[in-house]
């Protein structure tokens, strides 16, 4: 697997999915699941660009839940191709919505996967429907737990602050008494 640190590769094709990704809930590993599954059938490299640290970690001081090397080592059992690993400085947040879409151009992608909520650039400016004005877009339906809530990074970490870690396992898709 390439891992691209802070740079954006030139590819002639690519399906990438882009996201903070901290912690790989079931949520998380639906749109890496299907970006991988996408990439299979256009015959492109599947493509995550993420964030270091989170933008949650870096804006709002939260849990950082797992490390870079943590998540590279996840998208690799995966079966991602490619990992762009943006660092999240104050740098990088002066980049408009509108530079970050000419950046992604640089991989051509035949597919974007993201949430619904998705937003990027300075200020949070773009939107989901900018980036479905120059690519195809595939919004991945939230993925709920047993009591019906949209699994998120941020719950997890209100789960292991109230020491809730049974609960945390099941968000992550772990078995009870199955380990790796
Ligand atoms: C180029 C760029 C600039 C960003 N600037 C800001 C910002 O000024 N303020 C902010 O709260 N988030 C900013 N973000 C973070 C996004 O709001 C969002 O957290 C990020 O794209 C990851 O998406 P996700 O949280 O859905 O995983 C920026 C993201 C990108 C890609
Ligand atoms: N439960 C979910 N179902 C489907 N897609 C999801 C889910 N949670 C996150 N995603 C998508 O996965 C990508 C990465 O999301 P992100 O890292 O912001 O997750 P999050 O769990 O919502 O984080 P946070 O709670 O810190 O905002 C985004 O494109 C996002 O829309």
């Known amino acids: 697997m390439k891992v691209h640190d802070n740079r954006t590769p030139h590819l002639q094709g690519s399906v990438v999915a882009i996201g903070a990704f901290d912690g790989m809930h079931l949520g998380h ?21 993420t964030f270091d640290p989170p933008p949650r970690a870096y804006f709002q ?20 191709e490619q990992v762009v690993i943006a660092r999240f400085n104050e740098d990088y947040t002066q980049k408009s919505a509108d530079r970050f879409v000419k950046e992604l151009h640089n991989m051509h992608p035949r597919e974007v996967l993201a949430g619904n909520n998705f937003r990027f650039g300075r200020g949070r400016s773009g939107s989901v429907e900018l980036l479905k004005q ?16 949209v699994i998120s990074s941020t719950r997890i970490r209100q789960l292991i602050a109230r020491g809730q870690t049974q609960e945390v396992g099941a968000l992550l898709g772990e078995k009870e008494g199955v380990k790796g």
């Open 29 to 49: 590993q639906a749109v890496i699941c299907k970006a991988v599954h996408a990439s299979k059938i256009y015959q492109v490299p599947g493509v995550v660009y």
């Open 61 to 80: 001081n939260a849990t950082v839940l797992m490390s870079v090397d943590e998540k590279i080592e996840y998208l690799r059992k995966f079966g991602v």
């Open 134 to 149: 120059y690519f195809n877009v595939n919004i991945v339906k939230p993925v709920r737990c047993m009591k019906g809530e």
